[in-house]
């Protein structure tokens, strides 16, 4: 599930439900337990995931606001058409940052960018 690419930055590769929501609870866990200075920008490659659910999205929220509290950020890459449409119709696309493959998104996080869209604060 989980790989740390480099200090600063946690790859994470998703599995589709029910997996997906315990792999998502564990992470928030995961950084709620750690120190602010200890806690790395995630990528969530989202290549297995088919479907996403309210509490899913969520989740993702949750994710994103302990890790903007640590001034880290949260990148979604390789996400499916039909999940992108959900996070799109929800709004969610202005807050969190997609990026098309792991790897743009690993560049984007080196060198500061973050994703498609900035997301705000």
Request: charged letters at 25%; proline letters at 5%.
């Amino acid at each position: 599930m989980t790989t740390d690419w480099s200090e600063n930055i946690l790859i994470t590769e998703l599995a589709d439900e029910p997996a997906l929501s315990d792999e998502l609870a564990t992470l928030i866990q995961r950084f709620v337990e750690t120190e602010d200075g200890r806690v790395p920008h995630v990528v969530l490659n989202f290549g297995a995931v088919t479907y996403v659910n309210s509490s899913n999205l969520a989740q993702m929220l949750r994710l994103r606001k302990r890790l903007g509290e640590c001034g880290r950020r949260v990148t979604l890459c390789s996400v499916a058409d039909q999940v992108r449409s959900v996070i799109s119709i929800t709004g969610l696309d202005k807050v969190l940052a997609i990026s098309p493959d792991p790897l743009t998104a690993l560049a984007r996080l080196q060198i500061g960018e973050g994703g498609e869209r900035e997301p705000a604060p």
